[in-house]
């Protein structure tokens, strides 16, 4: 059996942990498995080169700070591949040039292309242990590229699609997926089981399990995914196609503080005026969520819609900069709301879910500001204060916890 | 003109020092000149990068070593491009596997076999400064090496070589190489000009200016290199061919006190006893410098020699080992001594320059202990105590302050 295990810089931050991992991979070895190991940068190292980078220069190129950051992740691989031989176990460090993890140019953002598997599979062959460096490709101009934030999830998973892994493990420290933040919701419950599409909506809710782009090409390449954590030996959550498994009604509830409403008050009510204000936000390169429209006085309209926080700002200076080409009246906005999502594959078939969610926020009296929905999601916003009530009056209201 | 320059690892130490670097590349770049640049590690990252491998495994593989190490490089390369760019110079930063440093195959201490051009030479033609991590290599297998200790300038010379530079400028803390060490000789002069073969003897020697890999790296292609300060406007020295400049008598003067005498004492007077004890040795990795041989009683003769400072413990053991088959009545050794070199490309044409040294010595009570000569070279040894009024006299009784 050839299996993929992927480690968070926090995995592999110091020498203590760094054994801990070794010797998790070196019992999946010696149990006679094949073992590709997927590492982050040790601890806060990726933080602190872009620090050293910030004091050069503010404004730095991405290709020179992706040249800076990947070296992070060769530490890691190359200390493992270390603490392994010091343990009697052949292990090898490999970087994306020695793979060939081809990606796209783009610097700190780029996407996997292909994947060569040659290299992993000749030191597959000869029984060692193979530690490649998470988080960073190669483009089509031999330049080191990043993968952005999480992107060692992708890497694993990219891996684990090429060489047609049997499982692909992301050691988190968590025990898996919850059926709502064990922090907030007290009675929440690990899930054993959960869809691609289910934890797609999940984790672009802030989950923070699992980075979006490693699901989606999970998903793609039909990899079983495993989240289990790096400090007990827990069974974790396997995250797969919906066919092999019941579909739940409601698998979880995620929450999200990350946002701010917008309202543009009194548009010219004619066609094309939305389209206009969020093409013109687009090109800002502002994502807009939750998008309600209403009627406004004497001919004009009202739209609010959502942005992530760290976009308020410029979302606001864009719409003054064209409130007159607009046609807008006045911006208001909103930073102390929330949203609050059910994800559930079974929702499809099942109509009422949402008055059952509705119902259970209304008897703990929390208001409900917009919604947005998808096949298998709900969304509401809600004031920031009510977001551990309403979190858990839906988790009880559906049952989660039974 | 296309110009080399390499920078050590003290010379970008800093955010201050870094950009000190730069301005003085970008200087070359606006006089219209192409510049490629060659940098160490940040001041003790490498040191610093060995005691982590340390504490994980003391006696880490050198492949997994070298690959941790080479991470130093990357992160100078990459900052140094950040700072040209801070100050509107394109630049680019580019690793051994960018450039394609061909090497041996040896971890910890490769050599170039050839490095490729196209892409230093395209980014050139894009009127780029180059940035490339010394000190690195790529082997025959995909994987990273390391030259060993002082290997960035070898970079630089082979670079310059491959490139057809018209000059590789090799920057330290000293203003260029010196008639002796100005630390100890108050008088010392700076030299304009060296010829590779004193430049070899020198830095063998013990002279620490430039690495002697590199040295003769440059006279191989005929590289004309330069050693000057990175922190201040002096000339340097330009070490090249004898024959473009007068042959000095005596160039300069080196002492090296990391040496220790051992003498084996009444070993069989037959043919083939000193290639076996010096074979003996030589099989356990120990360099013999000089040796000197006499006879001893009885039809026994007595062998001395010198060893580095850190080979003398093995040494002692393995003759100890070996006592009986090599015949070996008695091992005496003396750690206490020093060696003092002259060195000089007129030598080859003057007799009496032997005479000359062994006379400045006596007149300042010096002992010598033993005697060794190359064509451009004469080396005595002497007491450690001795080594400093050793140096100065011979100084002196050349006229080299002159």
Redesign the interface.
Known sequence: MLVVKKFGGSSVAD?ER?FNVANRCIEEYKAGNDVVVVLSAMGDTTDH?IG??N???P???K???D??L??GE??S???M???M??LDVPA??L?A??VMMHSTSRYGNARFKRVDTE?IQHELDSRKIVIVTGFQGVNKY??ITTLGRGGSDTTAVALAAALHADRCEIYTDVDGVYTADPRVVKNAKKLDTITYDEMLELASLGAKVLHNRSVEMAKKYNVELVVRSSLNRSEGTVVKEASKMEKLLVTGVAADSNTARISVIGVDDKPGIAFQIFDTLAKSYINVDIILQSVGREGTKDISFTVASEDLENALQVLDANKERLTIQKVTYNEDVAKLSIVGAGMMSNPGVAARMFEALYNSRVNINMISTSEIRITVLVAKNDIEKAMNAVHDGFGMAD
């Open positions: 020498k760094i080169l050293l980078a004091t050069i220069n404004k730095a190129k290709r020179e700070l040249m800076l990947t070296t060769q530490v691989v190359s200390l591949a270390m603490a031989q010091a090898v460090s970087n040039f020695q290299r031999d330049d």
